[in-house]
């Protein structure tokens, strides 16, 4: 179960409309909204990395987990994240060191304790859809469609829905704000090998401004079997990343 925790973390990282309006909007309209509304086009693209830092709390049947975690990302798509959770809660007196990263190409899970996999079929699919820092900026051109769906109410929320294809992969259904035309959250069936299908839940809130662009700074990832809270303390844009931190490493013997 905890080996995949970070797997499912990376199932997928992805406006004026005033309520009551009769304005029909396109699929490309609540997108260039979104982007304009995190920070536009041009501020994104000038973005080369960033630098997350924070808490990670895994909640599971047999108890909860948590510690420091560290995610990076890197343009077009490179991304690493490592946690080191205190597994007492589950009897364990030492600490686990999770560590998932990805090349662009490949991904691979390392795991101090459990051992490390590597990370294919739909869950690498996902990965490769990734791009930095928003997939919406270049969903055309990597072969994806995109589709306005009705608008949905949620918890007493209701939101922009909007359905993203690729051509390999998860299919996305994502949830916007009508009135900010943030992403508040997303939704995507992950297939994994050991677990089966699991429609994991993605949502954001707390968006700061980090230097002109919109950030959430807390994320809950969730499904049938466990959920992941991530709340940042600090996250940096276009520092310095080795792309040796993303390379992915053999396992230890």
């Not at 510690?67 to 597994?87: C, F, Q, Y």
């Not at 928003?134 to 209701?158: F, Q």
């Not at 997303?186 to 699991?198: H, I, N, R, Y």
Request: aromatic share 4%; glycine share 8%.
């Amino acid at each position: 179960m905890i080996r995949h925790s970070l797997t499912l973390l990376a199932a997928v990282a992805i406006l004026s409309y005033l309520p009551g309006s009769a304005a029909v909007q396109t699929a490309d309209e609540v997108v260039e909204k979104h982007l304009a509304a995190i920070g536009g086009r041009a501020a994104l693209a000038k973005l080369t990395t960033r630098r997350a830092m924070g808490k990670v709390t895994i909640t599971t049947p047999n108890g909860d987990i948590s510690g420091p975690i560290e995610i990076s990302g890197k343009a077009p798509n490179k991304t690493r994240a490592v946690m080191n959770l205190d597994m007492s809660a589950l009897g364990l007196t030492d600490t686990m060191t999770l560590e998932q990263k990805f090349d662009g190409i490949a991904g691979w899970t390392l795991n101090s304790l459990q051992g490390d996999s590597p990370i294919t079929g739909n869950q690498l699919e996902n990965m490769r859809n990734g791009s930095f820092p928003s997939p919406l900026l270049t969903y055309k051109a990597a072969g994806s469609t995109l589709a306005l769906l009705p608008r949905e109410t949620v918890a007493g929320k209701e939101y922009l829905v909007l359905k993203l294809t690729p051509k390999a992969g998860s299919v996305v259904t994502m949830y916007f704000d009508p009135a900010s035309y943030q992403l508040m959250r997303s939704t995507a069936t992950v297939k994994s090998p050991e677990l089966g299908d699991l429609e994991q839940v993605n949502e954001v809130s707390d968006y700061r401004d980090v230097g002109g662009i919109k950030v959430p700074f807390v994320v809950v990832n969730s499904n049938n079997l466990q959920r992941v809270t991530i709340r940042l303390d600090k996250v940096e844009h276009n520092v310095p990343m080795d792309d040796a931190i993303f390379a992915v490493k053999m396992p230890r013997p």
